[in-house]
Structures are given as structure tokens and as C-alpha cells.
């Protein structure tokens, strides 16, 4: 727990002007760096370090980025000394629920109104994996997200992507319009001759019912491809 150690870097121990939790009480969560917000997380540091410290040295290794610090795993974790598996899970835990909390702040705004509001949807979803996954989002006649659909999982190809289920679960659910999404974890951003042949292949398959395809996003970590916005749908 918090019980001070034997160089005095337990959070109890310091000055009261740096203790992240008093910090946060007086001042306001904003006031906080990341490193002393993650330094809450986890309580307390080593012998040789505080848990700023040990914070900070964290986050240097992710040069800085809480979007690198989320895809860290508790093993990765666990190999900073001083960091054992219940920090490493508290620090996952934190991430997840930033991470969740995007999510819902996107599904909040429920009308796509361009590309850039597809990606805000999708980004926290499939920006960050390391393998691919396809997406259908399901649209009303007021461009409003009747719903969401992984397709496919670990690749894209014709073969994956099953049309059927696609178009079939647009009448079930009443859409009017489609739009296709999946990330390219390499964070290349040029459609491939298969992206661009299973778009056709949707596109033209959705005529037939009366359902359009918007667009089709290719999405990475911190931008997209819009293949409406390009002019290649």
C-alpha cells in the first residue's frame, strides 16, 4: 500500500505541494501532468525512484504518447522495475477506459456528416490493432449509425468479406445507405487493388437493393483515406 519505503518515495512521503492525489484535490485534475496522473495509477515507485519518476520514464519510452502507452501490454509493463502486474493492470485499466470513453463520445454524435465523422467513430475502435478488421456502419435516411458490423477479422480480401451477410443485415435493419471501414495497421494510407475491388464488388451489389455505399474508410492510427473524398468510390 502506501507506506513509505526505505529512500522515503512513497506518495505519503513527499512535500505536500507534490503529491499528485493532494495536487488533484486543490487544483483540479487539469493541473496535473500525465506523468503525475499516472503516477495515482500506481501509487508508489521504487527504491531509486519516485513514482513521478517512474512515471515519467514510462511514458519517455512511448516517446511521450498515451496513444503508444495504451497498446502497451501488463507484460510490457511489468518490465519497467518497479511496475508489478497489479500497476501494469491498473495502467491498462486506465488506458481502456479512455479508450471506451472515445468510443461513446463518437457514438454521441450518431449522424455522420463527412469522412472526418466516420473516423471519429472508427478510429477508436480499429485505429490502434495490429491486425486488420472490416467494418460495415449501417445508415437511415438521415445518415444517423443504425448500427455497427465486424465483417471480417486478420485480413481483407474478397473472400472474407461476405456480401450476403452485409446486405442482408442493411434490410434487416432498415438501412438506406452504407459505409465500409477498415485500418491498415502498417499506417499506410493507399488503398489496395483489393480494397478497391471489394468496394466495387459491395457498391454494386447495394444498386441492386436500392442501398447506397457513402464511402469506404481506410483508417490508422491518425488519419484516413476517404475513398469518396478521393474520388475512387
Known sequence: MEQKNQNGFGIKSWAEDDRPREKLLQKGKVS???AELIAILIGSGSRDESAVQLSKRILASTGNQLSELGKLSVKKLCEFKGIGPAKAVSIVAAMELGRRR???EALEKKKITSSASVFELMQPIIGELYHEEFWIIYLNNSNKVIE???LSKGGITGTLVDVRITLRKALEVGATSI???????SGTLKPSEADKQLTQKLKTAAQS???KVLDHLIVTEKSYFSFADEGVL
Open 32 to 34: 496535473l501532468s500525465d
Open 102 to 104: 472515445r468510443t461513446e
Open 148 to 150: 455497427q458490423l465486424q
Open 179 to 185: 459505409i465500409l471501414a477498415h485500418n491498415h495497421p
Open 209 to 211: 437493393l436500392d442501398i
